[in-house]
T-cell receptor, first 117, second 116 residues
C-alpha cells in the first residue's frame, strides 16, 4: 500500500530535549516536505527536499533541521525543542511532475502531535 | 508573492443544503497547481483534487464540484446536498511551477459543520 508513515504519532517532551520525528515513504517519490499546523494559521512549510542530499528551507525553518540521506526517509530534528514548537506536524511526499506527468498528488502522513512542556 | 485566501473561517449548514467554500489565490507564475484537502476531526489530510493552471474545466465528483476561474483567481469548492460526514476543515492550497511543485502554500482553512 502506498503510504507515508510518521513516528511517533504522539509525543510529549520537555524543553531542550533533542528529538527526531521520522518520516518514510514507499512510493519512490523525489519530493518530501514537512509542515506544521497551528490553529488559525493553517499549514506552513518547515523544510522541503527535492531529492537525496537536496534540502531547503520553507516558511518557518527556525529551530528545525532535516536530512535526506536516502530517498525514502526525511527525518525532522528538533535539537532543542521549545514550547512554541508544540504543534501538529505533517510529512508529505510527491512525485516529480516532469516525470510523472499529470499524476501529482501530494501524499501526507498521518501527523505527529508534539507537545513541548 | 504567492498567497491563498480562504475568507470563510467557519460555515454551518443543515444537512442537505448546498455549500460553497471559497478560495482565492495569488501567484505570478503562469504554471501552477491548485489543491483541495479535507481534514476530518480525526486529523489526517485527505486529498480531494488537483488542478493545473492550464486546465480551467470544472470538475464534478459525486456531490463535490470545483469551479476554477483564472479571471478571478478563484478555485471554489461546492458540496451539494451536504451530509454530516462532510463536517471537517477544508484547505485550499497552491503550488507554483516546476521548481516549487513540491511546496504547497495553504490557506488557513474553512471549518464546515453540517448539522442533522
Amino acid at each position: 500500500e502506498a503510504q507515508v508513515t510518521q513516528n511517533p504519532r504522539y509525543l510529549i517532551t520537555v524543553t531542550g530535549k533533542k528529538l527526531t520525528v521520522t518520516c518514510s515513504q514507499n512510493m519512490n517519490h523525489e519530493y518530501m516536505s514537512w509542515y506544521r499546523q497551528d490553529p488559525g494559521l493553517g499549514l506552513r512549510q518547515i523544510y522541503y527536499s527535492m531529492n537525496v542530499e537536496v534540502t531547503d528551507k520553507g516558511d518557518v525553518p527556525e529551530g528545525y533541521k532535516v536530512s535526506r540521506k536516502e530517498k525514502r526517509n526525511f527525518p525532522l530534528i528538533l535539537e532543542s525543542p521549545s514550547p512554541n514548537q508544540t504543534s501538529l506536524y505533517f510529512c508529505a511526499s510527491s512525485p516529480n511532475l516532469r516525470t510523472s506527468g499529470s499524476d501529482n498528488e501530494q501524499f501526507f502522513g498521518p501527523g505527529t502531535r508534539l507537545t513541548v512542556l | 508573492a504567492q498567497k491563498v485566501t480562504q475568507a470563510q473561517t467557519e460555515i454551518s449548514v443543515v444537512e442537505k443544503e448546498d455549500v460553497t467554500l471559497d478560495c482565492v489565490y495569488e501567484t505570478r507564475d503562469t504554471t501552477y497547481y491548485l489543491f483541495w484537502y479535507k481534514q476530518p476531526p480525526s486529523g489526517e489530510l485527505v486529498f480531494l483534487i488537483r488542478r493545473n493552471s492550464f486546465d480551467e474545466q470544472n470538475e464534478i465528483s459525486g456531490r463535490y464540484s470545483w469551479n476554477f476561474q483564472k479571471s478571478t483567481s478563484s478555485f471554489n469548492f461546492t458540496i451539494t446536498a451536504s451530509q454530516v460526514v462532510d463536517s471537517a476543515v477544508y484547505f485550499c492550497a497552491l503550488s507554483e511551477g516546476w521548481r516549487s511543485q513540491g511546496n504547497l502554500i495553504f490557506g488557513k482553512g474553512t471549518k464546515l459543520s453540517v448539522k442533522p
